[in-house]
């Protein structure tokens, strides 16, 4: 008898990272750890730009379209190369609108600077390790040295109470997603797909809600979590 999982398979696709030995798997993950802190820096620099003020609810929208677009393409053309390089291609796009919505968090009076801290320490952390990586040691360590940064910038800022809790907050949350997605996203990208990894850091924000589907589904057709019907109960007690 096979028990299935609890959750789902990964999505893979042939080729993918995982199925490489473990010292081009690691240059995988170096490459894409310190193209994304790049991708965060260029959106810093945008934000220096003058940016056009659409409201929050436009910025959010657009930010929306953009990725829920990427997804369908993903979704069209999973496991070809047009894919990837689609994919790549169209990061550019994505780092401006994402500098929209983070221009309207700053002009509201939230501090944005933070998001830059976390993956800092991903990067040092990864670039210290030697051949020992671990996700799990990357996010401990991650997470308390800029958690440390963020409180004494923010003390030094003198942040209010509720913008330092935003702060610590939203670094928490972006470290989390960010190192949970890197791990994931290496059984669906090959070794050359090094910048689409990157867009796929920030559009799979909607995996959240396609993978909880995928849960529920999975459930439904292994009948895991669901009860046992009244005529096998009945059956049960003759």
């Keep these: 008898m096979i028990v299935p999982n609890f959750i789902p398979d990964p999505l893979e696709v ?8 473990y010292t081009l798997r690691l240059k995988f993950i170096r490459s894409v750890t310190w193209l994304y802190l790049v991708s965060i820096c260029l959106l810093g620099l945008l934000m220096t730009l003058p940016m056009p003020r659409i409201g929050p609810w436009m910025a959010a929208a657009g930010l929306a379209s953009v990725l829920i677009a990427l997804e369908v393409w993903r979704i069209i ?8 390089t689609v994919s790549a291609a169209m990061l550019p796009v994505v780092l401006v609108a994402v500098a929209l919505v983070l221009s309207e968090f700053r002009a509201a009076g939230w501090p944005v600077w933070q998001l830059l801290v976390g993956p800092t320490c991903a990067v040092i952390y990864t670039a210290l390790c030697g ?11 991650s997470l308390i040295a800029s958690a440390v940064v963020v ?3 923010g003390d030094a800022m ?9 702060a610590q907050a939203t670094n928490l949350a972006l470290l989390s997603y960010f190192l949970y997605d890197l791990a994931s996203l290496l059984s669906r990208r090959r070794m050359s797909e090094q910048l689409a990894a990157v867009t796929d850091l920030y559009r799979d924000v909607l995996n959240f809600f396609g993978y909880f589907i995928r849960v529920v589904k999975h459930w439904q057709r292994h009948r ?3 009860l046992p019907s009244q005529e096998w109960k009945w059956k049960g007690k003759g």
């Design 14 to 21: 042939p080729g993918n990272v995982t199925e490489q030995p």
């Design 77 to 84: 053309a999973r496991g070809k190369d047009i894919e990837g």
């Design 131 to 141: 051949r020992d990586y671990s996700f799990l040691g990357n996010f401990a360590l």
């Design 151 to 153: 409180a004494g910038v």
């Design 158 to 166: 003198h942040l209010t109470i509720a913008q330092a809790a935003f």
């Design 224 to 226: 895991i979590w669901s």
